[in-house]
């Protein structure tokens, strides 16, 4: 059956001329991410990055992570917020790949997003460009696609995907962990990329923009400079600090299920994590007022709070008592500040804590 009626892209949603605009408005930034691996540029139909990287290995082995923002995008689009968010998709990828040692080489990013507006777009873009330059990767190339009908105008989401390399006999993880281990932690720039799901509901939820722009005693800041804080990259300075001989057995990025989740990945199956919690007094590190502010609205007993958030830990780090100088001092070369957090006795692979201030 035919159609008289001309219909095109456009009218269907999809602005192609806007597209363009925003791949343009991002050339730059994207630009300024490239090593000297990369190879072209954005507007192929792939990304290419030459094996220069790691051809003096022994035993290349190639590692890859994906991940996204999640439920903190939802508050970013209701307070108009974009530029940070491509630093959480960034951080969120190159932190899961380094406690495996590996450098993250390249990053792909994908948006999905309602009504592609290029300015919008470019500020997204740019955090991840960002993002990619303080891991040290590349941003090779990514999507921009168009969803109308699908999506509202104004929603999006990001998924992120990176690629790095580690040579095997340089691989660090729970095989060479011992009971006897120190476990070193590096402080959390706040809540990062998880528990947002809880935070909307305690904390932005029933609130207009104006009260979360507003100045907040408790935190000292307004709720939305707290939760919109980017999630700490770590990856570069972790990868140098390995280059340099930091004696590292292995490492845990605190992400979603907090320390109690994600500390015991770093586990062999007959060694337990104690963590220093401190009981009243708190921990030796310390907690961000965002993270003990939603705990306190969501009515968070101290286990739940540990299994949610990262509690002022955005990476744990494991290494024998006698390497914890030359450990600290390759992090502090870095200006990273290490702090003690626990350490690794007998047990079956799990994390648990130690509530009194001994």
Not at 120 to 139: P, R, T
Request: charge should be negative.
């Amino acid at each position: 059956m035919s159609n008289d009626k001309h219909v095109t892209y456009e009218d269907a949603g999809v602005d192609t001329a806007e597209g363009a605009r925003a791949v343009d408005a991002i050339k730059a930034a994207v630009k300024e991410t490239n090593r000297p691996e990369v190879i072209g540029g954005l507007g192929g139909f792939g990304g290419c990055f030459s094996a220069a990287a790691f051809k003096d290995m022994e035993d290349p082995v190639m590692v890859s992570g994906t991940d996204g923002v999640g439920t903190k995008l939802a508050i970013a689009q209701l307070l108009d917020r974009h530029d940070t968010v491509g630093e959480d998709l960034v951080a969120m990828c190159v932190d899961d790949v380094v406690p495996i040692g590996a450098e993250p080489l390249f990053f792909l990013d994908y948006v999905a997003i309602g009504k592609l507006r290029a300015e919008h777009v470019a500020q997204i873009v740019k955090g991840i460009a960002n993002g990619c330059k303080k891991s040290g990767c590349a941003l090779v190339g990514g999507e921009m696609a168009e969803h109308p009908g699908v999506m509202n105008p104004d929603d999006y989401d990001l998924a992120g995907f990176v690629v790095g390399v580690v040579d095997r006999p340089k691989m660090i993880g729970p095989e060479k962990v011992k009971a006897g281990d120190v476990i070193l932690g590096l402080a959390s720039s706040g809540i990062h990329s998880n528990g947002y799901s809880l935070v909307r509901k305690v904390a932005i939820e029933g609130r207009s923009v104006e009260e979360l722009e507003a100045y907040n005693e408790e935190l000292g800041e307004s709720v939305a400079d707290a939760v919109m804080r980017p999630t700490t990259i770590y990856a570069g300075q972790l990868i140098r600090a390995l280059h340099a001989g930091a004696p590292i057995h292995a490492m845990a990025h605190i992400t979603g299920g907090g320390i109690t989740e994600n500390l015991n990945r770093a586990l062999p199956a007959d060694v337990d994590a104690l963590v220093y919690r401190g009981g009243e007094a708190g921990p030796a590190w310390s907690i961000p007022p965002i993270i003990t502010y939603v705990s306190r609205l969501a009515g968070l007993t101290l286990t739940e709070a540990y299994k949610t958030f990262n509690m002022g830990v955005g990476m744990s780090i494991i290494c024998a008592p006698e390497d914890v100088d030359a450990v600290t001092a390759a992090l502090k070369a870095e200006g990273l500040d290490p702090f003690l957090m626990g350490e690794c006795i007998p047990g079956t692979g799990c994390v648990q804590y130690r509530d009194d201030a001994e």
